[in-house]
């Protein structure tokens, strides 16, 4: 009889531990799984972080580029419109009031 109580108590004793050892093998993996979780967030977090920065700064250059652009076709304009008022100023200055060239 204590040979058998013997027995079914170290069975106890095993199972027992077996399940212990899963619990803890169970904790371990959450708690690796919560730290990946936590380190991907982070990770995420920065990328975005460094996305915007990124879309912030091609907005800006994109608005220069848009800028200069302007400013030179203001400028071309400009030339263009400075160059028809000299042009109207000879062509019509002179005798007769016919442009230049025009027939003669």
């Known amino acids: 009889m204590q040979y058998n109580q013997m027995l079914k108590q170290k069975e106890e004793q095993a ?6 050892q899963q619990r803890a093998l169970a904790a371990q993996r959450a708690a690796e799984a ?6 991907k967030a982070k990770y995420d977090a920065i990328k975005a972080k460094v996305d915007a920065e990124k879309a912030r ?24 419109a400075e160059e028809r008022e000299k ?10 009031g016919m442009k230049k060239g025009f027939l003669g």
Do not use: P, V
């Open 15 to 20: 199972k027992k531990a077996q399940a212990e």
């Open 34 to 39: 919560e730290k990946d979780n936590a380190e």
């Open 57 to 80: 700064l091609a907005n800006a250059e994109q608005a220069e580029k848009d800028r200069i652009a302007k400013a030179e076709k203001a400028a071309e304009e400009l030339l263009k």
């Open 87 to 96: 042009q109207s100023k000879t062509a019509f200055g002179g005798k007769g």
